[in-house]
C-alpha cells in the first residue's frame, strides 16, 4: 500500500514539474507565440481579403460584360436610347456594333484573367469574322476556348473556327482533322454534327460523292438528327437509303 502511494506522489511530482516547465517555456516565450498568433491571423486575412477582392472584381466584370451584350443585341429604332440601362436601342448597326465593340474591349482590357473577359472574346471574334478579320477571329476563339472549352458558347465558337478553316482554304485539313474527331468515343461535338461539317468541308472542296455519303452516315447512324431532312432531301426522297443516288 505505502509502495503505490509512494508511486502515485512520484507520478504527481512529475506532472506537477511538466506543468511547471511548461508554464515557464510560455513565460519566457509569450512574446513571440502572440506575435506568430498574430501573423497566422494577419496571413489568414490577407487571403481573406484578396478572395473578396476577386469576388468582387469578377462580379464587376460580370456586370459590365452584362451591358456588352446587351448593347450587341440591341435593337435599331427610330428613336434611340442608347443609354438606357436595360434596354438601349440604337438608331444604325453600326453606331450600335461600334458601342458593343468598345464595351466588350474594355471588359477584356479590365479584367484580362476572368470568366468575362474570355466570354467578351467569344463575342469580339464573332465581330471581327463579320469584319471579314478571319483571322483575327480565330485568334480570340481560340482563346475563348483555352479557358472556356466547357462553356455553353464553346459548340459554336468550334464550329466558327470550321468556318474559318473552310473560308481560309483549310479544308483538306479539316477534313484530316474531323475524320480523326469521329474515330474518338467522345468528342468535343456530336457525331452527327462532325459528320454534317464533314459534308460541308467535301462539298466546298467539290468532293461531290464523299459528301454524299457522308450525308448517308447521318441517315445511317443518326436518322434522328437535326440534319437527316437536308440529308434525305439532298440524297433524294425516293432513294433515301441509297448512298449513290443523285451521283
Known amino acids: 500500500m505505502n509502495q503505490r ?3 502515485k506522489e512520484i507520478k504527481r511530482d512529475q506532472v ?28 489568414m486575412g490577407a487571403f481573406a481579403a484578396y478572395w473578396s477582392y ?13 451591358r456588352a451584350i446587351r448593347i450587341y443585341s440591341a435593337e435599331i429604332v427610330d428613336v434611340s436610347e442608347p443609354t438606357a440601362t436595360t434596354n438601349p436601342t440604337y438608331g444604325d448597326a453600326i453606331t450600335r456594333d461600334a458601342e ?27 465581330m471581327a469574322a463579320r469584319s471579314a478579320d478571319l483571322e483575327g477571329a480565330r485568334q480570340l476563339w481560340e482563346e475563348f476556348l483555352e479557358s472556356q472549352g466547357d462553356h455553353m458558347l464553346a459548340s459554336e ?7 474559318v478553316d473552310r473560308a ?16 474518338e468515343p467522345e468528342t468535343d461535338l456530336p457525331k452527327d454534327v462532325l459528320l454534317y461539317q464533314l459534308a460541308l468541308t467535301q462539298r ?13 452516315q447521318i ?15 439532298e440524297l433524294g426522297a425516293g432513294d433515301a437509303g441509297n448512298p449513290l443516288a443523285g451521283i
Not at 481560309?168 to 484530316?176: F, I, N, P, S, Y
Not at 436518322?223 to 437536308?230: G, L, V
Open 157 to 163: 465558337v468550334r464550329l466558327n473556327l470550321m468556318s
Open 100 to 126: 458593343a465593340r468598345r464595351q466588350f474591349e474594355l471588359v477584356v482590357g479590365d479584367y484580362g484573367s476572368s470568366d468575362a473577359a474570355a466570354i467578351a472574346k467569344a463575342y469580339l471574334g464573332e
Open 54 to 66: 476577386l469576388d468582387r472584381k469578377e462580379s464587376k466584370a460580370s456586370e459590365e460584360l452584362a
Open 16 to 43: 506537477q514539474e511538466a506543468l511547471v516547465r511548461v508554464m515557464d517555456y510560455l513565460r519566457e516565450n509569450l512574446r513571440s507565440l502572440l506575435l506568430l498568433a498574430g501573423l497566422v491571423l494577419l496571413i
Open 204 to 216: 466546298e472542296l467539290g468532293l461531290a460523292p464523299d459528301a454524299r455519303q457522308t450525308m448517308q
Open 5 to 7: 502511494l509512494t508511486r
Open 219 to 233: 441517315l445511317d447512324e443518326h436518322p434522328q438528327s437535326i440534319y437527316a431532312a437536308e440529308a434525305r432531301a
Open 168 to 183: 481560309q482554304g483549310r479544308g483538306q485539313e479539316l477534313v484530316t482533322q474531323i475524320r480523326a474527331l469521329l474515330e
